[in-house]
């Protein structure tokens, strides 16, 4: 018998398969392995992944990565999805926790640094950009973005920008360019 398929911010659904909840599993790196397999297609589909980031007595330790673990519906995924398959194959797992993404802190300074990488291509197209907010500390960080100029190219920068923020800082849930 299936249960329910809880769906993902990105529309594709996490479902059980092959491991039937009758069948219970141990609690090893191993098994913790198959029952994210059974997973792992549904998140690849949205441009996702989860990898087993420490398994620490009954507790599982796990990293939402690539969209996943930008998605402002991670902790939907994470708990409705991810944790219920796993305390499903093995009740022995107590908690089910997400890690914080890797990568530096979110600053100031190091989103100026990666905004001065662009700056040029921008002053040469006759616009610029300027950090007006941030929320670093907020569960799902945003930065707030104004960027000056009009034109295709001054657009098509807004893609890599965002881009290149969250690429070097993993935890930044949006960009927004006001």
Known sequence: MQQAPPSTAGGAELVS?????????????ANV?????????????????????????ATVRLALEGACGS???????MKMGI???L???IPEIEEVCQVEP???????EGVEGVLNEVRPFLNVAGGGIELVKMTPDS?????????????AAINSVKIE??????????????VVFE
């Open 33 to 57: 392995e198959t029952v994210l397999d059974e997973l792992r297609p549904y998140l690849m589909a949205d441009g996702g992944n989860v990898s087993v980031a420490e398994i620490d007595g």
């Open 161 to 174: 920008i965002t881009q290149r923020l969250k690429r070097n800082f993993p935890k930044i849930s949006q």
């Open 17 to 29: 398969s092959s491991t039937s909840p009758s069948s219970v599993l141990p609690l090893t790196l």
């Open 102 to 108: 890797a990568g530096p802190p979110l600053t100031p």
């Open 139 to 151: 569960a799902l960080p945003v930065v707030r973005l104004k960027m000056q100029g009009t034109g």
């Open 87 to 89: 305390l499903e194959a």
């Open 83 to 85: 944790e219920r398959r």
């Open 71 to 77: 998605c402002p519906s991670s902790m939907m995924t």
